[in-house]
């Protein structure tokens, strides 16, 4: 069982930067990890991917501005957000997934607006 907790979220400025840190209970270093959202009635929508190995996957509407990134030593991934935009404005939550296995935080908020 992997436990996982988000921080960072906040209100930010269009063109501004936050920084997500989703920090887990147990060693990370085999699972993917990936950054979801979700906007208020919307489907929950993948953002980032990071393999075990560090391969990197974005959806289309954050690619450039975003980065996901991952310290297997900490049990911790991060996701850099530049460039927001109000449409970036959501809950974000953190997966972990193995073979059988997935866990997601609780979420945390974005929101964008000035």
């Known amino acids: 069982q992997v436990q996982l907790v988000e921080s960072g979220g906040g209100l930010v400025q269009p063109g501004g930067s936050l920084r997500l840190s989703c920090a887990a209970s147990?060693?990370?270093?085999?699972?993917?990890m990936s950054w979801h959202r979700q906007a208020p009635g919307k489907e929950r929508e993948l953002v980032a991917t990071?393999?075990?190995?560090?391969?990197?996957d974005y959806s289309d509407s954050v690619k450039g501005r975003f980065t996901i990134s991952r310290d297997n030593a900490k049990n911790t991934v991060y996701l850099q957000m530049n460039s927001l935009k109000p449409e970036d404005t959501a809950v974000y939550f953190c997966?972990?997934?193995?073979?059988?296995?997935?866990?997601w935080g609780q979420g945390t908020q974005v929101t964008v607006s000035s």
């Open positions: 997966n972990a997934r193995s073979v059988g296995m997935r866990y």
């Open positions: 147990g060693f990370i270093g085999n699972y993917v």
């Open positions: 990071i393999s075990s190995a560090g391969s990197t």
